[in-house]
């Protein structure tokens, strides 16, 4: 029974790391930027698409392909931020949710059309698969490995935030835009690079949770309520309200299905909308 | 009962940051009163600590003998508590003419009803003509607020304030953006409202304050630095230095 | 009937004719030129009384809702379930249908209108998806996937029957728009309206006017929440069907996308959205699903960067670009 509930609270927790990795960007920026991006999924989508193509096409180990998933992402969005986002941020946000939402339909559009709308495989190396012996639990490696590295990324990004000169102004620009810019920050500039480490972030993501999230044309919609939740229950611009957001909307969706299959992700639902009406700022937010 | 609005121990703070420090007021029936001070002073956050669009730290406002400090800001509007914005806060897609109809409606509880046509609804829209014409901008109320230019604008603030009927009446800085030409005849306005309205403005052009005001209250940092007459006020020398040349004394 | 009735009547003739002949002569022409395309013709009737709905709120009174759909199935399913348990009576499974709706928007607004932005959104959101969620696993009641069978609609007003032609359907559903596009604009012309309206343009100020705006919100909440309850009962008895769609996200989405293609805020944006829409989707799945993704994603994109105000909003700017002065109804 207790090794039960330890497996299913640790699946959900990988389960919550990818959550984790890809939502942080969206949090971010919306927090910075005030801009309701419901396309970010699509980056999480293209990276899983740049992983599985490298790995299909030129043969490439699966563990290869994630930092080209990353730079390759994150280089991209910066194009399209550039192009197209940027004239969208003083827009309402009804507007912006047309705007992204149109953008995702054309995203699922043509990669359907490029590779098909069934499931990509993905061929883990051996050394990720099947059970890992840990304090008397076998637990599964790859998941095993998917909470390492989102500890690790997690706490470098966390570190980066609050130690590093760059990461005081993601701060200061998440908190007062304005008066960011009137101490001399440029905040275009730290935006720019936020989005690109943001949707990198996501693209990585994306590739390490084929084998968990599946990967599908319609993955940006398929997930995008669940990043939002973590988002909206997290708080806007909080990497430690993303990371926690995270986890308990992976644990509590996993346990859910496991436990209460008949009732599904009505729990989760339900959850978001009794912690939105407690702490309308997510839990971690900032109180304006 | 004398006092039309008062303060007692009213304090605001943010955190450490005291805004508004104890601040005992009272706004006699009919007054012309003005509020100065320098910039930062907290004028703009006691007006909306009257209006409660911020929430009290501590302290008691009273509104023609009852006591307001728990109430919404709808709820004191509907008492008689109305107030214009330093910068203009209107209905950009509305216009003039809708503007004042409707808070003309809101008025009379009109805006509930959903199923009779606002047009039809002869007794508040003839009254947010009469207001238009009375401020001298009729010809401008079909367009949109947000084409005209500033200073009707500004103009449009006061009209919908009048529309409320109010018992007392905060003006932020009402002249501000208005050429100095037209702002006289704004006052004038102002100036002509029965004497059983009670003003309390807050004001940096000092011909104003002098021409409109019977009182003056001087506040700096957050509390009342000193109060009286314009002539005591502009005599007094520790407001000449706090001014220290922001603004001409005659 | 006295001077002052007859003399608003014809009131309302003189300054509404030009759309009164609009509205008589359409659901003719359907009849003459195109009864094949009844069925098709209702299913937009209905989805357009939706999309109305949604302009309450979105185009008047700025709530920004991701889960209106909620209604509109809640209306279906009132009408499913009363069809299939031996109540087949139309006109009051359609009421029904309405009351429905609106009582849980009643309670459900008092949710919505406590938050705002990016929590507004998320917990509108939310309830549809919750209520979605348990209409899927409730079978017993709601069929689950496979839908709502054997509703029996009894013929309307004891006379025409719902025949496999859709005549009788389609001219109850185009009548029933008719009503509620009626009411709704007297709505929007009444003072609630006009409130609504300043509520959208600057909410601080209404407070500063007396408006106990929560309170307005909610108001509208409910007569949004109560015409996408009709609508949703119009569908279901129309095609004898319910299915689990009628609560999703997919058809909350595609309502927003209507409105604002067609124009938000503006009395004809949300019918002629949903006309547009439905159409070309019909048109298009037939070709190929994956060219209609793609072409909507691409005309949302180009609506939201050069259009913003959808159709009505594009002609609107172009009358005032040649100087034409557009008639504020009034």
Known sequence: MLATLLTVLFDGLAYGMLLFLISLGLSVTMGMMGFVNLAHGAFAMFGGYVATTLMQQAGWPFLATLPVAFVLVGAGSVLVERTLYRRLYDRSPLDQVLFTIGLTFMCIAAITWLFGPSQQPVALPDFLRGQTDVLGLKLGTYRLFLIVSGLLIAAAVMIGVERTRFGAQVRAAVDNPTMATGLGINVSGVFAITFALGSGLAGLGGALGIQILGLTPVFPLKYLVLFLIVVSVGGLGSVGGALLAACVVGVIDMMGKYYLPEVGSFIIYAVMVGLLMWRPHGLLGKHS | ?250 | MTATNASKISDWLGRRWKEIVLWALTPVAVQLLAPEYFVLASHIAAIALLVLSLDLLIGYAGVLSLGHALFFGLGAYTAGLLATNGWGEPLSGLLAGGLIAGAVGFLTSFVVVRVQHLAQLMVTLGLGLLVFEAANRMRWLTGGDDGLHGMEVWPLLGVFEFDFFGQTAFWYAFTVLALCFVVITRIIDSPFGLALEGMRENPLRMAAIGTPTASRLRQAYVFAAFFAGIAGALLAQTTQFVGLETLSFHLSAEVLIMLVLGGAGHRYGGLIGALVFMLARDWFSGIDAQYWQFGLGAVMVLVVLFSPGGVLGAQRWIAARLAFNPRRDA
């Open chain 2, 1 to 250: 009962m004398t006092e039309a609005l008062s303060t007692h121990g009213l304090c605001k703070q943010y955190g450490a940051l005291q805004v508004t420090r104890d601040i005992d007021f009272a706004l006699p029936v009919g007054a012309r009163h003005a509020l100065i001070g320098p910039n930062g002073a907290g004028k703009t956050t006691f007006l909306n600590l009257l209006t409660g669009t911020v929430p009290a730290s501590g302290g008691r406002i009273c509104l023609l003998g009852d006591d307001i400090t728990g109430m919404r800001p709808d709820q004191r509007v509907k008492r008689g508590l109305v107030r214009t914005f330093q910068v203009t806060s209107l209905f950009p897609a509305l216009t003039p003419l809708q503007s004042v109809t409707l808070a003309v409606c809101e008025r009379l509880g009109l805006t509930a009803q959903w199923y009779r046509r606002t047009a039809s609804h002869g007794v508040a829209v003839d009254e947010a003509m009469a207001i238009l014409e009375q401020l001298h901008i009729a010809h401008v109320g079909d367009l949109p607020t947000r084409n005209l230019p500033y200073g009707q604008q500004r103009i449009v603030e006061v009209a919908v304030a009048l529309a409320l009927k109010p018992r007392v009446l905060l003006l932020d800085e009402p002249a501000a953006g208005i050429p100095s030409g037209e702002s006289a005849e704004l006052f004038a306005v102002i100036s002509e409202l029965p004497a059983d309205i009670s003003l309390l403005f807050i004001e940096h052009d000092m011909h104003l304050v002098f021409r409109f005001a019977t009182r003056v209250t001087v506040l700096v940092a957050g509390a009342i630095f000193a109060e009286g007459t314009p002539e005591e006020i502009a005599a007094n020398p520790d407001v000449r230095a706090v001014y220290l040349g922001n603004s001409e004394v005659a």
